[in-house]
């Protein structure tokens, strides 16, 4: 495979924007590929494949090449062993001269090398992780958590069957896919291709979503002619697939503080088909106020540390910090509290992260039902869907009912 500096300078530009600067992957990378329009496919590939690969195993690759990390070539470095990995001979650029190649050790011991490198975390998160989970189970997640999420996809229901999409993907776009027995409304696919530009997405005859994603909205159990709120929406994913559980028929008021997310959702809702979603920036307080009581379900898809999405997002590992996920649970905590009022007697209130960590979810849960404004409510059931026996993303989910 030729390389080209060109996009290699691309790679190196996405891992400082993510790596040093601490910007948002998926937002940053997108930006990088609309930047370089000129960019072939191959070539596209090639710099998403690498950023996110490269950012997945940061430590690893550090240790394999005894990188220095204060080193102003240090991105070109990770780069050069990424490469190297990949069995590519790496190119003579003046950017690879800091690279000794006889000091490259590729194999790295399973038996010598700790875990952490191995499995490329920083010491924080692999002690937390043997913490909560015991080390055989922490093992057998992050290496789960470590692998290339499959793409999924969500079929929208009130424009379509799971059959007739699958049927139509493979004899128009040769994209072959398989049912999912867990799910019945999703289509695995067997391999990662671009779909964006298909007439069925266009048409709004599905989304792209994680099977334990999917799980949220049907954890929770909306009925067709319900008032339900989602109180933290973003660019809709669950709203969307609440609508669906509910055959267009009730009311969902989809909230969000940021603008841009909630022009994303009204552009998604008409796309899918969508008639009973009300968009809502939840910024403004006197909202809250006059919804108390009103919602005979509300969905908190609270914001949280994303160590579940590694797969996705291995970014996260890197940006958290112990201090921020303190700040998280304090978020989460004011959440739930200032939520919980606008469920009515009888009414269901389910909350759920992407998240692993018991503070986050579990114990996130207790201190709400142990607070003045969780007196009223029971826990009716919760779950934990870890990755390495779901197959999924890391997901928490706990339903609790208002009885009083």
């Not at 339900?228 to 929406?233: G, H």
């Not at 919804?291 to 999405?309: E, H, M, N, Q």
């Not at 919760?382 to 009912?401: I, P, R, S, V």
Request: hydrophobic letters at 40%; a positive charge.
């Amino acid at each position: 495979m030729k390389l080209h500096l060109n996009t290699a300078f691309g790679v190196v530009q996405g891992l400082e924007q993510i790596l040093k600067e601490k910007k948002a992957l998926r937002p940053t990378l997108n930006q990088l590929l609309k930047q370089n329009r000129k960019w072939g496919s191959r070539d596209r590939k090639w710099v998403g494949e690498g950023v996110l690969e490269i950012i997945r195993w940061q430590r690893k690759f550090s240790e394999m090449g005894a990188l220095d990390l204060k080193s102003e070539f240090y991105f070109w470095n990770l780069l050069g062993i990424w490469i190297l990995s990949n069995k590519i001979s790496l190119p003579k650029w003046d950017q690879f001269e800091e690279l000794n190649l006889k000091e490259i050790n590729l194999n790295l011991n399973p038996k010598t090398t700790p875990r952490k490198i191995l499995q490329s975390l920083p010491d924080w998160l692999d002690s937390l992780g043997v913490e909560i989970f015991g080390k055989t189970t922490w093992e057998k997640e992050i290496q789960s958590l470590n692998t290339t999420a499959p793409l999924v996809l969500r079929v929208n229901t009130l424009k379509t069957t799971p059959k007739k999409l699958q049927s139509f993907l493979e004899k128009k776009y040769q994209i072959e896919s398989a049912f999912i027995s867990e799910l019945p409304g999703a289509l695995i696919l067997k391999k990662h291709q671009k779909l964006t530009h298909t007439e069925p997405f266009k048409l709004g005859w599905f989304e792209i979503q994680d099977t334990n994603s999917q799980q949220v909205a049907l954890f929770a159990n909306p009925q067709p002619g319900m008032s339900v709120i989602d109180a933290c929406a973003g660019a809709g994913g669950k709203t969307l697939h609440l609508a669906a559980i509910m055959q267009n028929k009730g009311k969902i008021i989809a909230m969000d503080p940021y603008e841009k997310k909630l022009e994303q959702l009204k552009a998604r809702v008409k796309r899918n088909g969508v008639r009973i979603v009300l968009l809502e920036n939840s910024g403004e307080d006197d909202f809250l106020e006059t919804k108390k009581g009103t919602a005979d379900l509300v969905l908190i898809d609270a914001p949280c540390s994303g160590l579940g999405v590694l797969r996705r997002n291995p970014a996260a590992k890197w940006h958290m910090t112990p201090k921020r996920i303190e700040e998280l649970v304090v978020l989460q905590q004011d959440i739930l509290q200032t939520h919980a009022t606008l469920v009515n007697k009888g009414g269901a209130l389910v909350y759920a992260t992407c998240s692993l960590l018991p503070d986050e979810n579990q114990n996130q849960i207790q201190h709400f039902l142990n607070s003045d404004a969780g007196v009223g409510f029971q826990l009716d059931k919760e779950q934990t869907l870890l990755t390495h026996n779901t197959q999924g993303d890391g997901f928490y989910m706990a339903k609790m009912t208002k009885i009083s």
